[in-house]
């Protein structure tokens, strides 16, 4: 049986090992954005333990009891009252990820589900999250359970000349 929880400092081990599993996709998916993380330094079991404890970042891990198979971080933020927008405390899913041998049996339900009972908890009127245009499988997933097309962030390769190799 897997258990939901919060992450402790003894998890950042895990939590690096998961992160540089998902970061490896990235890379994949889209080289010209992610860096290769050559020996999986990419994330450290020390840049991880920073996360925890760090002013509103909440971090959960899907825990099967011998072993981490999953987490989610998000953040919690409160954007002001501006003249053209509303007040709002947003919790913003930074990252999640389930490893490969555990995808699929409904570690990332669980995992949101404590992400979504966070944002009542903590008086969120949403949750953001971003997605890269590459991953399918992760938009049909946010999709499914409930998240909607917000906005859209584009962009465009812009192809310099070989005589203007400013830098």
């Known amino acids: 049986m897997v258990t939901v929880r919060l992450a402790t400092t003894d998890d950042a081990p895990a939590l690096a090992r998961i992160s540089n599993e998902i970061h490896a996709m990235h890379v994949a998916g889209r080289p010209s954005d992610f860096k290769a993380g050559g020996d999986g330094d990419v ?81 969120a009127r949403e949750i953001r999250l971003t997605v890269w245009g590459f991953n399918d499988g992760a938009r049909r997933f946010y999709r499914r359970h409930g998240f909607v097309l917000r906005n859209e962030q584009l962009g465009r390769t812009v192809e310099r000349d070989d005589a203007d190799q400013a830098p």
Not at 66 to 71: N, P
Not at 74 to 88: G, I
Not at 108 to 122: F, I, N, P, S, T
Request: charged residues 20%; aromatic residues 8%; glycine residues 12%.
């Open 43 to 123: 994330f450290t079991a020390d840049r991880m333990r920073s996360l925890l404890g760090a002013p509103g970042h909440f971090v959960w891990v899907a825990d099967s009891g011998s072993d981490v198979a999953g987490f989610a971080h998000a953040v919690l933020s409160d954007e002001p009252d501006m003249p053209w927008r509303s007040a709002v405390r947003v919790l913003e899913l930074k990252a999640m990820g389930v490893t490969a041998a555990h995808r699929g049996g409904g570690l990332g339900v669980q995992l949101l589900d404590a992400v979504y009972r966070a944002a009542q908890a903590h008086g």
